[in-house]
C-alpha cells in the first residue's frame, strides 16, 4: 500500500483513507521524523567538538541509538493525537514534539539497558557497552551511560522547547512531557523492586506512559484539545499501553531476533520477571521448570538450551493466556473509542493504531 505524503509546510490535513491509515500515517512520518531527528543530532554532535573528543563521545552515542532502526510509532501517535482533535491543525508542532519524543525514547532505553544488563539493542551494543569498550573500562562505561541517557533527555526537552506553539499549549505539552517521564520512572521502579501485586500497573506507568497516553495527549495538547477529547484518549491508552508491553514480553522470548533487534529469548536470559515469566513459573510442571531455569540461571546459556526452555515456555500454556489478554484489552480499547469525544478521523486513526500496537511482529 503507498503511503501518502505527509504534509510537512503546510496545513493540509492528513486524512485516514483506505483500509489502514494509521499505518500509511505511521509510513509517511517515518521519514520525516529521521530526516528532522537526524538534522538536530548532527548540529549537536558538530556542536560538541569544542569540548573534546570525552563529551562529543556521548552525542555520537545519543546519535547511534537515536538513528539505529526504531518503528517511529510514539511521533506517528503524536500526529494521530493532533489529527484527533483537530483535522486542520498544522503538523509541524506535532513532528517536532516527535523528534522531542524519541530522544525521551532514546534517554529510557539507554538507562534501561544499562540496569537490565542488556547488552544489544536495535542489532547493535547497547551503549553502556560501547561506552566500555570506548574506554576500555566496564566502570568508566556504565557511569557514561548514565551520562549519555541524560544528555539525550536534556535534548529531548531542548527539542521541546523549539516547538512552535501557542505558550498555553506549549506550557501544557511540557506539563505533559514530565507526567510521561515521572510515570516512567515509577513504573521501572516497581518493576525492579515491586513485589509484583499489579504487574499491569507497572507496565501502564512504565510503557504505556509515554508510548500511548502521553503522545497522544501531547499531540491533542498542542492542537488545543478540548477536556472530553483528551479524557477519552487516555481512556483508550490504558489498556492499548499495556496490551501494547504484553506484545513485547511475547517477543522478546519469540520474535525473530533479525527484527526485534534483541537476541533470542532476551527477557529470560536477563531474567526479567514479565507477567509472561510470573505465568511459566506458576503453571510450568517440574520437568518444564528445569529446563527453563537452566536458562533463567545462567545468562551464558547457548542457543540449544535457549531453544529448549523456549518450547518449555510454549509448553505451560502460559503464552495463549497473554495472547488472550492483550486480545481482551484490544477491545477494551477499541470500546472506549466508541463511547464518542473522539472525531471520526481519530477513530478511524485509533482503530488501525490498535491493530499496529498490539499485534505487531517486531
Not at 567538538?49 to 510514539?74: D, F, I
Not at 499549549?169 to 510515570?183: C, H, N
Not at 486480545?327 to 477494551?332: A, D, F, G, N, P
Amino acid at each position: 500500500m503507498a503511503a501518502r505524503r505527509l504534509p510537512t509546510r503546510k496545513s493540509e490535513p492528513v486524512s485516514p483513507r483506505g483500509a489502514h491509515p494509521f499505518i500509511a500515517l505511521l509510513e509517511s512520518v517515518k521519514p520525516e521524523i529521521e530526516r528532522r531527528l537526524g538534522a538536530f543530532l548532527d548540529a549537536r554532535v558538530v556542536g560538541s567538538r569544542p569540548l573534546g573528543s570525552e563529551v562529543q563521545v556521548l552525542a555520537r552515542e545519543v546519535r547511534r541509538l537515536s538513528m539505529l532502526g526504531g518503528k517511529r510509532l510514539r511521533p506517528a501517535l503524536v500526529v494521530a493525537g493532533l489529527r484527533t482533535a483537530s483535522p486542520t491543525a498544522k503538523l509541524d508542532s506535532a513532528l517536532d514534539a516527535g523528534v522531542a519524543l524519541e530522544l525521551l525514547h532514546t534517554y529510557f532505553l539507554i538507562h534501561d539497558d544499562w540496569m537490565d544488563g542488556d547488552r544489544v539493542r536495535r542489532g547493535g551494543p547497547s551503549v553502556h557497552v560501547a561506552l566500555a569498550e570506548r574506554f576500555q573500562d566496564e566502570h568508566k562505561g556504565n557511569a557514561s551511560a548514565i551520562l549519555a541517557g541524560d544528555y539525550a533527555l536534556a535534548l529531548s526537552c531542548d527539542a521541546l522547547s523549539k516547538v512552535k506553539a501557542e505558550p498555553a499549549r506549549l506550557r501544557d505539552a511540557f506539563s505533559a512531557f514530565a507526567e510521561m517521564q515521572l510515570g516512567a520512572v515509577a513504573g521501572q521502579q516497581l518493576d525492579m523492586v515491586g513485589k509484583g501485586k499489579d504487574v499491569e500497573l507497572g507496565y501502564a506507568l512504565k510503557t504505556g506512559s509515554y508510548t500511548v497516553e502521553g503522545p497522544l495527549r501531547l499531540g491533542a495538547l498542542l492542537a488545543g484539545g478540548k477536556p472530553a477529547t483528551l479524557a477519552a484518549l487516555s481512556r483508550y491508552a490504558r489498556p492499548a499501553g499495556v496490551a501494547f508491553q504484553l506484545r513485547d514480553d511475547l517477543l522478546s522470548l519469540f520474535g525473530d531476533p533479525a527484527q526485534t533487534g534483541k537476541p533470542l529469548a532476551s527477557d529470560l536470559v536477563s531474567g526479567k520477571r514479565t507477567l509472561l515469566l510470573r505465568l511459566v513459573l506458576r503453571r510450568g510442571k517440574p520437568k518444564e521448570l528445569t529446563v527453563i531455569r537452566r536458562v533463567l540461571e545462567n545468562p551464558r546459556a547457548k542457543e540449544p538450551a535457549l531453544r529448549a526452555a523456549l518450547e518449555a515456555v510454549q509448553a505451560t500454556g502460559a503464552p495463549e493466556l497473554v495472547e488472550q489478554r492483550i486480545q481482551e484489552l484490544s477491545e477494551q480499547a477499541l470500546a472506549e473509542l466508541a463511547r464518542g469525544a473522539v472525531s471520526p478521523m481519530g477513530r478511524a486513526l485509533l482503530t488501525d493504531a490498535t491493530q499496529a500496537l498490539c499485534s505487531r511482529r517486531t
